[in-house]
């Protein structure tokens, strides 16, 4: 797991500018404290910051291959690499490492950019071949590696693991996106593949983008998730398959010579993986974090969990100090980020450090086996969506919705509000209000009318229709899509991955191993979720190995009690009272944002979701400015 970085020439061989690939990889040196290099040759220049994790003696990087006629940065794990080198060694490659790495630009250079499909892992890596003059830049499927890039006004493709790398050159110009700040201020993160800057591009997840000299990077994506779904497979012996599957997920992702364990909180994710461990017979370290708040304290169940499966448990109390911890965030994230639950990940991830180097945990379980809340309502809604056109519904849902009064501090069968709305709506624009921070409604309460009129002709619907291969899929299924394209890469891997990486920690999730991903997503959908309940089959699957109380509880989010602190007298609210910055870019309706603050703070309405953007967003401004 490091941080990578570089610059080529697309017009010709101008020699690379040392001095800016030094600034780029010094910008990404929390993600690789334990080493650095550089690699250059005409038109060339590949910067690399290790954390070393595999072959610890011998994988340092940038790596050249046997012939010298390759090279690569590389971040990510390739989990496959043993099976792959085996099959290399039999065509005569001779290695003189035992590194994923070498294993990973071998095959590169025999096969082409096609053997990424061979790969089983987690990646973003930059693979320059000297034969061909082509640099190949390429991110693992689901996205859980992050990697930018962006053209310089005379023809320098920079490019790096995170946005701070492409800043650091001061070779291209860094303008505001309007249409992604839209995308921040509705749903709370820039989904892929647009960043907060005109610009610069996140690689698609799944996809490789092949740059020459004389020509504009060509991207082409090897991998999409399919819904095709198998009916010839019954529950039950869907259910035993299941469990063999995570458990060869789980241990393909134990390979390593840096000391390993797992995240374990009080949920069914981290338990299935923390369970399949001690099935395998491995004695585990495992991290769990408690908070003042007891709303999300999670230790007891977690507790319950270690006792069963015997593993070297450790408990940390931590206090989520939300005045100190924003601006650091907000400089780790690098792009405006408002998901709340940042900080506890950021939290868990140092305390996990001090005891391990690479920690497994549960993410994008939910994604794969339909374990949000919002999947059974949205399939509810859905399904009255399709029976009746969008006039009548529009005539009747919609006007109701619109006389219905926001009730957020009723009891939940009551708020009928955004349901009514939601009916009214189209499939899309309703999952858009579902998965947004800022209720399009209440957006317009708070930005300018300046920007409004300047983001009048873009439509915020376009990240969601652009990963939807079919409206007409079943609808769990058409949100999984939606969220694997969006929601995952661009929010859950993303939070996952600075917090970690910021404290030097390596984090894998054998939930996306893209085998049994591949295999989930092809099950009748009522198997991933079915009557309100979610992860229906990886519940099943875990009865014999995790307690019956965490397979029966509903699921809990990770996010800090943010209404309250914004209630809370000297509390981040008065941060936007008192800064400057963020009244001083236009984006924004002064008074409106100060008449949110005043009915938030008197009780008279719920704006935590809207306040703490703009609260993020600001510290965004302040670090962009330092």
């Given at each position: 797991m490091c941080g990578i970085a570089g610059i080529f020439d697309l017009t010709g061989r101008r020699p690379i500018d040392g001095r800016a690939l030094k600034r780029m990889t010094d910008a990404v040196a929390h993600r690789g404290p334990d080493g650095e290099g550089y690699f250059e040759a005409p038109g060339i220049g590949l910067g690399h910051r290790r954390l070393a994790i595999i072959d610890i003696e011998g994988g340092a990087q940038p790596f050249r291959s046997a012939d010298r006629a390759g090279a690569i940065s590389f971040n990510g794990e390739i989990y496959n690499f043993r099976d792959l080198r085996r099959g290399l060694v039999d065509a005569g490659v001779e290695f003189r490492t035992n590194s994923d790495t070498e294993a990973l630009l071998e095959g590169l250079q025999r096969e082409g950019p096609d053997f990424v499909s061979k790969l089983r892992g987690m990646f973003a890596f930059a693979w320059w071949n000297d034969n061909t003059e082509?640099?190949?830049?390429?991110?693992?499927?689901?996205?859980?590696?992050?990697?930018?890039?962006?053209?310089?006004?005379?023809?320098?493709?920079?490019?790096?693991?995170?946005?701070?790398?492409?800043?650091?050159?001061?070779?291209?110009?860094?303008?505001?996106?309007?249409?992604?700040?839209?995308?921040?201020?509705?749903?709370?993160?820039?989904?892929?593949?647009?960043?907060?800057?005109?610009?610069?591009?996140?690689?698609?997840?799944?996809?490789?983008?092949?740059?020459?000299?004389?020509?504009?990077?060509?991207?082409?994506?090897?991998?999409?998730?399919?819904?095709?779904?198998?009916?010839?497979?019954?529950?039950?012996?869907?259910?035993?398959?299941?469990?063999?599957?995570?458990?060869?997920?789980?241990?393909?992702?134990?390979?390593?010579?840096?000391?390993?364990?797992?995240?374990?909180?009080?949920?069914?994710?981290?338990?299935?993986?923390?369970?399949?461990?001690?099935?395998?017979?491995?004695?585990?370290?495992?991290?769990?974090?408690?908070?003042?708040?007891?709303?999300?304290?999670?230790?007891?169940?977690?507790?319950?969990?270690?006792?069963?499966?015997?593993?070297?448990?450790?408990?940390?109390?931590?206090?989520?100090?939300?005045?100190?911890?924003?601006?650091?965030?907000?400089?780790?994230?690098?792009?405006?980020?408002?998901?709340?639950?940042?900080?506890?990940?950021?939290?868990?991830?140092?305390?996990?450090?001090?005891?391990?180097?690479?920690?497994?945990?549960?993410?994008?379980?939910?994604?794969?086996?339909?374990?949000?809340?919002?999947?059974?309502?949205?399939?509810?809604?859905?399904?009255?969506?399709?029976?009746?056109?969008?006039?009548?519904?529009?005539?009747?849902?919609?006007?109701?919705?619109?006389?219905?009064?926001?009730?957020?501090?009723?009891?939940?069968?009551?708020?009928?509000?955004?349901?009514?709305?939601?009916?009214?709506?189209?499939?899309?624009?309703?999952?858009?209000?579902?998965?947004?921070?800022?209720l399009p409604d209440r957006l317009a309460r708070v930005l300018s009318p300046d920007f409004l009129a300047a983001a009048r002709t873009y439509d915020p619907l376009q990240p969601l229709l652009a990963s939807v291969s079919s409206a007409r899929l079943p609808p769990l299924s058409l949100a999984q899509e939606i969220d694997l394209a969006t929601w995952l890469p661009g929010r859950m891997l993303t939070k996952i991955d600075r917090a970690s990486m910021a404290n030097g920690l390596e984090v894998r999730a054998p939930f996306l191993d893209h085998r049994l991903a591949e295999w989930a997503l092809a099950l009748p959908p009522e198997f991933r979720a079915a009557g309100g309940v979610g992860k229906r089959i990886l519940r099943a699957s875990q009865k014999a190995r995790v307690d019956s109380r965490i397979l029966a509880g509903a699921k809990r989010g990770f996010s800090p009690p943010v209404a309250m602190w914004l209630r809370r007298e000297g509390g981040p609210a008065d941060r936007l009272r008192q800064s400057s910055v963020w009244k001083s870019v236009g984006y924004f309706s002064t008074e409106g944002v100060m008449r949110m603050i005043a009915d938030h703070q008197r009780g008279a309405a719920d704006h935590a979701q809207e306040l703490w953007m703009l609260i993020m967003f600001d510290a965004f401004l302040t670090h962009e400015r330092a």
């Amino acid at each position: 797991m490091c941080g990578i970085a570089g610059i080529f020439d697309l017009t010709g061989r101008r020699p690379i500018d040392g001095r800016a690939l030094k600034r780029m990889t010094d910008a990404v040196a929390h993600r690789g404290p334990d080493g650095e290099g550089y690699f250059e040759a005409p038109g060339i220049g590949l910067g690399h910051r290790r954390l070393a994790i595999i072959d610890i003696e011998g994988g340092a990087q940038p790596f050249r291959s046997a012939d010298r006629a390759g090279a690569i940065s590389f971040n990510g794990e390739i989990y496959n690499f043993r099976d792959l080198r085996r099959g290399l060694v039999d065509a005569g490659v001779e290695f003189r490492t035992n590194s994923d790495t070498e294993a990973l630009l071998e095959g590169l250079q025999r096969e082409g950019p096609d053997f990424v499909s061979k790969l089983r892992g987690m990646f973003a890596f930059a693979w320059w071949n000297d034969n061909t003059e082509t640099l190949t830049l390429a991110r693992d499927r689901f996205g859980e590696k992050p990697l930018y890039y962006a053209v310089s006004a005379d023809g320098l493709l920079v490019f790096g693991s995170e946005i701070g790398a492409i800043r650091a050159t001061g070779l291209v110009s860094l303008t505001h996106s309007t249409e992604a700040l839209h995308d921040y201020f509705l749903y709370g993160y820039v989904p892929d593949p647009k960043s907060i800057y005109d610009g610069v591009l996140k690689a698609p997840p799944g996809s490789v983008i092949t740059c020459r000299r004389g020509a504009a990077p060509e991207i082409v994506r090897y991998w999409r998730p399919s819904f095709t779904i198998d009916r010839s497979i019954s529950f039950g012996a869907a259910t035993e398959q299941l469990v063999g599957l995570l458990d060869d997920a789980v241990t393909s992702q134990t390979i390593g010579d840096a000391p390993l364990g797992a995240f374990l909180s009080g949920g069914v994710d981290s338990s299935s993986i923390v369970a399949s461990l001690a099935q395998g017979g491995r004695r585990t370290t495992t991290c769990t974090i408690g908070f003042d708040e007891a709303s999300f304290d999670e230790r007891a169940a977690a507790r319950e969990t270690a006792r069963r499966c015997q593993t070297d448990h450790h408990e940390e109390v931590v206090r989520l100090d939300e005045g100190g911890l924003i601006d650091r965030i907000a400089a780790v994230y690098g792009e405006p980020f408002a998901d709340p639950s940042a900080l506890p990940s950021y939290e868990v991830s140092r305390a996990a450090r001090r005891r391990v180097k690479v920690a497994l945990s549960g993410d994008g379980a939910d994604e794969i086996f339909g374990g949000y809340r919002r999947y059974p309502f949205f399939a509810a809604e859905e399904r009255l969506r399709r029976a009746a056109p969008l006039a009548l519904r529009r005539a009747t849902f919609g006007a109701a919705g619109a006389l219905y009064p926001k009730l957020d501090w009723a009891p939940r069968s009551l708020r009928l509000k955004t349901t009514l709305q939601s009916l009214g709506e189209d499939s899309l624009t309703a999952y858009a209000r579902a998965v947004s921070t800022s209720l399009p409604d209440r957006l317009a309460r708070v930005l300018s009318p300046d920007f409004l009129a300047a983001a009048r002709t873009y439509d915020p619907l376009q990240p969601l229709l652009a990963s939807v291969s079919s409206a007409r899929l079943p609808p769990l299924s058409l949100a999984q899509e939606i969220d694997l394209a969006t929601w995952l890469p661009g929010r859950m891997l993303t939070k996952i991955d600075r917090a970690s990486m910021a404290n030097g920690l390596e984090v894998r999730a054998p939930f996306l191993d893209h085998r049994l991903a591949e295999w989930a997503l092809a099950l009748p959908p009522e198997f991933r979720a079915a009557g309100g309940v979610g992860k229906r089959i990886l519940r099943a699957s875990q009865k014999a190995r995790v307690d019956s109380r965490i397979l029966a509880g509903a699921k809990r989010g990770f996010s800090p009690p943010v209404a309250m602190w914004l209630r809370r007298e000297g509390g981040p609210a008065d941060r936007l009272r008192q800064s400057s910055v963020w009244k001083s870019v236009g984006y924004f309706s002064t008074e409106g944002v100060m008449r949110m603050i005043a009915d938030h703070q008197r009780g008279a309405a719920d704006h935590a979701q809207e306040l703490w953007m703009l609260i993020m967003f600001d510290a965004f401004l302040t670090h962009e400015r330092a």
